[in-house]
């Protein structure tokens, strides 16, 4: 399988600021890769899809980057209702891979 | 709207077997990648099993000969039968779509989730 590691496990941030969370799988997997937010009790929902491409609807201050085994999600002037947990997931193979996840947390 | 609901969840006692469905609507589960993933309480995500619009079914090692995932076209849902059920079963399991866009994969849609508690 797999192996899909998130870094770092959470951070600490303010309003408006600029953050990157990165993820880096155990092989190469292309542009394999989907970026996901989860706030607490609620499903996770996509952002990021092929490693750049922004789910419809999904604010262009997130971005993605990022090809082989490093990919990065950045949010850029971070708001309020971006503090959650953000998942990265291969898309490469099955089974289909999640980090263990990043907690961006109000500083 | 395209939408998917999750039911079957509860307290089961180890040993135990659970059946969760998921109900779509707006869409038609047959021929669609439909899967389920879980997440214990406190802890990440994990991918459980998948069907494919084939047929085809792929489950993790950690449910592979407990686990059987299939399709009710008649009801358009998804099914999820769980046996000899663990602690480390206990999660909230989601129901989720895949779609292909561009060529890549990823899971568009996914259920509000069940609960499932396994405890004596």
């Known amino acids: 399988d797999i192996q899909m590691t998130q870094s770092p496990s959470s951070l600490s941030a303010s309003v408006g600021d600029r953050v990157t969370l990165t993820c880096r799988a155990s092989?190469?997997?292309?542009?394999?890769v989907n970026w996901y937010q989860q706030k607490p009790g609620k499903a996770p929902h996509v952002l990021i899809y092929g490693a750049s491409t922004l789910q419809s609807g999904v604010p262009l201050r997130f971005s993605g980057s990022g090809s082989g085994t490093d990919f990065t999600l950045t949010i850029s002037n971070l708001q309020p209702e971006d503090f959650a947990t953000y998942f990265c997931?291969?898309?490469?193979?099955?089974?289909?891979?999640f980090g263990q996840g990043t907690k961006v947390e109000v500083k | 709207e395209e939408q998917l609901v999750e039911s079957g969840g509860g307290l089961i006692q180890p040993g135990g077997s659970l059946r969760l469905s998921c109900a779509a609507s707006?869409?038609?589960?047959?021929?669609?990648?439909m899967g389920w993933v879980r997440q214990a309480p406190g802890k990440g995500l994990e991918w459980v099993s998948v069907?494919?619009?084939?047929?085809?079914?792929y489950y993790a090692d950690s449910v592979t000969g407990r686990s059987t995932i299939s399709r009710d076209s008649s009801k358009n849902t998804l099914d999820l039968q769980m046996n000899d059920l663990r602690p480390e079963d206990a999660a909230v399991y989601y129901c989720v779509r895949r779609i292909i866009v561009a060529d890549t994969y990823h899971f568009d849609h996914w259920g509000q989730g069940t609960l499932v508690i396994v405890s004596s």
């Open positions: 092989q190469s997997i292309n542009n394999f």
């Open positions: 069907i494919y619009g084939g047929g085809r079914t």
């Open positions: 707006g869409f038609d589960v047959t021929n669609t990648y």
């Open positions: 997931q291969q898309s490469y193979m099955t089974p289909r891979t």
